[in-house]
């Protein structure tokens, strides 16, 4: 049997990021320029298609101002 990553958890997970990039009023673009990544490493972070190691989602949740609690 075929596992998804497409699970209610996961689903939960990646618009939680979604909305707290746009909460903090940043675009995939300043996202990517201040972490030192590529907007299509955080486009698909948001979009499910890679996971998020947890050093980077601790650096996303500084940047965006939210707990690491709030992702989980």
């Known amino acids: 049997m075929k596992k998804s990553i497409h699970t209610d958890e996961r689903v939960g997970f990646v618009k939680k990021l979604k909305k707290a990039r746009l909460d903090a009023g940043l675009t995939q673009l300043e996202v990517a320029d201040k972490l030192g990544a590529s907007q299509s490493w955080v486009s ?15 650096r996303l ?12």
């Open 61 to 72: 949740a500084k940047l965006y101002g939210k707990n690491l609690s709030y992702f989980l």
């Open 44 to 58: 698909k972070i948001e979009i499910g298609e890679l996971r998020v190691e947890a050093i980077w989602l601790n």
